[in-house]
C-alpha cells in the first residue's frame, strides 16, 4: 500500500505530511510522558521484523498480492503510541533507502500505515480485547486496519483527482478485505508466539527472538516472496492512474536490491538484512534518545 511520487502531486500531499508530522508528534509526546516502556532493544526488535514481515508479499486472487502492515502487531507488542512510531520509522526507512514509497508521498504514506493502521487499528483491539479476547480482537483490528488504510488511500487519490469515487472505492476495499485476512492471520500467530510465547522468559529472549526472526525472514525468506502487484498497484494499473516517473529521491538499495550482487534472490536477502539492521539501529537509537529526554 506504498503510495509511489507519481500517484499524488497536489496539495494532499503537504496537508498528509502536516498531519502525519503532528500525529508522529502527539504519539511522541505521549511515549515520552508515560511511566513504563519497553526497552529500547525490544522497540528496536520489533522495528526491524516488522520491516522484513512487509517484505514478504503474499498472493491472492486475479494475480495480485497482499503485505503485512503491521500496525496492529506493533501496537499490541509496544502499545499503540510506540506502534505508530515504529510503523512511521519502518515507512520512512522504505521510502528513503530502498524507494519502496515515495519521497513527496511520505506523509500520506504515514499517515495511512502509521496513524490509521498502528494508530486506530491498535486503539480498536484495545477496546475490543476485554470482550472479545487477546487473538480475536486482534484478528479483527487488523483486518480493520487494512481496510481503513485503503479507504485513505482511495480518498487521497480522489481529492487529487486521480480516480473516481465509484472506481477507486469498491476496487480498494474489495481487494484489501482479503489483503485484511492475511493480515489477522500473520498478526494473530505473531501475538501467539513472539508475545504470549516469550511471557516467561526475562531479558535478552525478548530483543533475540524478533531480531532473530526479522534477520531470517529478510536474509532466507524474502527472495521467494510474491512477485505479482500488491493491492493497490494492481488497482492502480487496472483503471489506469498508475504513471512512470523518475523518482525524486536516489534511494541507496531501490527495490530491495543491491548494485554490486548480480544474483537477484541473494541481492533481495543481502538487501533485506541490511534494511534490519539499519531499521534496528535506527529504532535503538530514536528509542534511547526519547528514554534520555524523559530523565
Known sequence: MHIPDSMLQGAVCPVTAAFSVAGVAAVAWLVMKAEHKPTAGRFAAIVALIFAGQMMNFPIMHGTSGHLLGGVLASAALGTPLGVLAIAL?????SLVFLDGGVTVLGANVFNMALIGAG???WLRQRLAGSLGQYVSTAVAAWCSVVLASVAV???LVIDGQAAPGTVFPAMVGTHALIGLGEAVISVAAVALLLNGLAATEGKAHVAAPLLAAALVALLLSPFASGFP???EWVAGKYQFLHESAPAFVGAMPDYTVAAISNASLSTGVAGLAGVVICFV????LL???QGATR
Open 282 to 285: 535506527l529504532g535503538f537509537g
Open 120 to 122: 486506530v487499528g491498535g
Open 90 to 94: 519502518v515507512v520512512t526507512v522504505q
Open 230 to 232: 500488491d493491492g493497490l
Open 154 to 156: 482511495s480518498l487521497e
Open 288 to 290: 534511547r534518545s526519547m
